[in-house]
């Protein structure tokens, strides 16, 4: 099964920028889509962007102009460019693999990481 490791969190303040990296033990084009989620303390795990094997993209209306996922097959890492931060956006990222979907509902996604925590202050 594949290993997914999030990398690059960290603290940042409002309006600043991050870019998490996804690193895949194993060929990421094997599976059909690569999410972002988060999770904010007390709340839901929240799907934010995902990118298909072809490069089609899904993402949450909150994150529209701010955010940008990218995929390097050859790397094996999928990559989640975030800027224009807001204290909202604080949360624990993960990335996660789906091998038929491309969604923000979690349980389509079978494979995930441990998690990367972002932090912004205002």
């Known amino acids: 099964q594949v290993q997914l490791v999030e990398s690059g969190g960290g603290s940042v303040q409002s309006g600043g920028s991050l870019r998490l990296s996804c690193a895949a033990s194993?060929?990421?084009?094997?599976?059909?889509?690569i999410g972002w989620f988060r999770q904010a303390p007390g709340k839901e795990r929240e799907g934010i962007f995902c990118?298909?094997?072809?490069?089609?993209?899904w993402y949450v209306e909150s994150v529209e102009g701010r955010f940008t996922i990218s995929r390097d097959n050859v790397q094996r890492t999928v990559y989640l460019q975030m800027n224009n931060l807001k204290p909202e956006d604080t949360a624990v990222y993960f990335c996660?693999?789906?091998?038929?979907?491309?969604?923000?509902?979690?349980?389509?996604?079978?494979?995930w990481g441990q998690g990367t925590q972002v932090t912004v202050s205002s």
């Open positions: 996660a693999a789906s091998p038929d979907y491309c969604s923000g509902d979690a349980s389509d996604f079978s494979h």
């Open positions: 990118i298909t094997i072809s490069g089609s993209t």
């Open positions: 194993e060929l990421i084009s094997d599976y059909y889509g």
